[in-house]
């Protein structure tokens, strides 16, 4: 029964409960719980999502380096260590750890693009552009919750403005990241850059390790 709902979740993308009910006979809302609860399906709201997530293509940098060292470099990037501080304390070179630091970005900014186009499918918004160093970015709040996209989701349903309480919340965000996003160098692959510091902001270092063991199981198992 999961492996008929996937096939069917994977050719809808998104879909209601009562959409599947209609093909697959009542008495699956559990079994769609449980995939849900298995990282199989998303869920925000009504709309549930076939989890596309697929692992991004690791760097060669990977294959040269051991799995303990690895998590060595991950406990560096969670802690906020700097790169050029971590390729000091690993003996690794700082080229070498800003590409698996540039691959632990793009980790994170893909995950929270994911969860914002569920968001999106189900209520869409008019993205709110911002500039760091000339350079735009669009930000969309859903349930209090930041996301940030490279460029404006696009739709063919009519998109809504955020409200009054959403706009003044991300006028603050953004002053905030602002303030943490102050290094030229971070002009290239800005949107990661600016999804690293929304993931970060909040979190203790347990938190982030528990968080980004669950971006990472492919390189950390």
């Not at 209609?22 to 925000?44: A, F, T």
């Not at 060292?69 to 790169?83: L, Q």
């Not at 390729?87 to 632990?104: R, W």
Request: charged share 30%; aromatic share 12%; net charge positive.
């Amino acid at each position: 029964m999961k492996n008929k709902i996937l096939k069917l979740a994977k050719r809808l993308e998104t879909f209601r409960l009562e959409d599947v009910e209609s093909i697959m006979g009542e008495g699956i809302e559990y079994v769609l719980q449980e995939l849900v609860e298995d990282r199989q399906l998303n869920l925000v709201g009504e709309i549930y999502s076939y989890k596309a997530e697929q692992n991004l293509p690791l760097p060669f940098c990977f294959k040269f380096h051991s799995q303990e060292k690895i998590e060595m470099i991950t406990k560096c990037f969670c802690a906020g260590v700097k790169s050029k501080q971590a390729s000091f304390l690993l003996d690794i070179g700082d080229a070498t750890m800003q590409n698996f630091y540039k691959h632990f970005r793009q980790m994170i900014y893909e995950r929270q693009l994911n969860a914002l186009k569920t968001h999106f499918e189900q209520k869409p918004k008019i993205a709110k552009m911002r500039r760091f160093y000339d350079i735009p970015v669009y930000f969309y709040l859903y349930d209090g919750e930041l996301f940030v996209a490279d460029k404006p989701l696009k739709t063919k349903r009519k998109k809504l403005p955020h409200t009054k309480e959403e706009s003044l919340r991300i006028k603050v965000l953004y002053s905030r990241l602002r303030r943490s996003i102050n290094h030229s160098q971070m002009k290239q692959n800005l949107a990661q850059h600016v999804a690293e510091h929304i993931w970060r902001y909040g979190k203790d270092y347990n938190e982030s390790i528990c968080d980004f063991s669950a971006i990472s199981c492919n390189i950390l198992s």
